[in-house]
């Protein structure tokens, strides 16, 4: 499993940005392998983690070449101050089993 976390600052919405940022997440949830998101917003809402769960690197590239996400990509300065992206191989996951997660629990395993 992986996850590719996408950290970004604001810098302002429109309604174009809402638009694709919808037909971005209907892509992902419409491909093989995709496993589930989790979204953070800083306190401020400058500052957000959009954390996306995959099955495996495979799933995770079709997504990240999609068209409609290329055409994302290529008007990010409109809408982000700055970005960051970190793709992890999730190695361990657990909890206290208070709550879901995407990520099964594996001491339950």
Same mark, same amino acid.
């Given at each position: 499993m992986y996850s590719a976390s996408f950290v970004y600052d604001v810098k302002g919405l429109d309604d174009? !940005? &809402?638009r694709l940022d919808q037909l971005i997440e209907e892509v992902a949830h419409a491909l093989p392998g995709f496993? /589930?998101?989790v979204v953070w917003h800083s306190s401020d809402g400058k500052r957000n983690n959009a954390i996306y769960y995959w099955?495996?690197?495979g799933a995770l590239k079709a997504f990240s070449e999609h068209p409609? &996400?290329?055409?994302a990509k290529r008007q !990010?300065?409109?809408w982000y101050a700055g970005f960051h992206i970190v793709i992890s191989e999730v190695i361990r996951s657990y909890g206290d089993a208070?709550? /879901?997660h995407i990520t099964p629990d594996q001491r339950q395993e």
């Open positions: 174009e !940005y &809402h496993l /589930g998101a099955k495996d690197l409609r &996400h290329m055409e !990010y300065a409109r208070t709550f /879901g």
